[in-house]
């Protein structure tokens, strides 16, 4: 794959907080064409380690992507703030998802976190529950 920019939705839930807990991503390149999609069941966790987890999925498939340039887009403000480091984590579980995340970025020349409203992660919010759906 020759796309060295990618934009990617994520999405994490559970069904119980914490309960039985899956994940999607949606990876587009810069001319907004699908690139990939990946879903998958967590089990148990809570919504915020679905979400990091799913931060973290993505970033995984994006370096065998050959992606360099990241723009990531979330519905959870809380782990966008977490990431730009504009809020501290101070949730032990969290913090070291939030430290997975860090070692992952430093392969990337720049990321990007942007909050969306939940509308506009349609597709990434149906491959959590797609997930979660195949878990229970």
């Known amino acids: 794959m020759s796309d060295k920019k990618l934009i990617i939705y994520t999405d994490g839930g559970a069904r119980g907080n914490p309960g ?11 001319q907004r064409e699908l690139v990939r999609e990946y879903s998958d069941f967590l089990g148990i966790a809570t919504n915020n380690q679905a979400e990091y987890k799913a931060v973290i999925l993505a970033l995984k498939k994006s370096q065998e992507l050959g992606g360099e340039e990241l723009h990531f887009y ?14 501290k984590v ?15 970025a430093i392969n990337f020349q720049k990321i990007s976190y942007t909050h969306v409203r ?7 919010d149906r491959l959590a529950n797609e997930a979660m759906d195949r878990g229970e």
């Open 20 to 30: 039985p807990s899956g994940i999607g991503v949606v990876v587009y390149n810069e």
């Open 74 to 87: 979330l519905d959870s403000e809380l782990v966008v703030k977490q990431l730009r480091g504009e809020y």
């Open 118 to 124: 939940r509308e506009l992660n349609q597709e990434a």
């Open 90 to 104: 101070k949730n032990k579980d969290l913090a070291s998802l939030f430290l997975e995340i860090h070692n992952l």
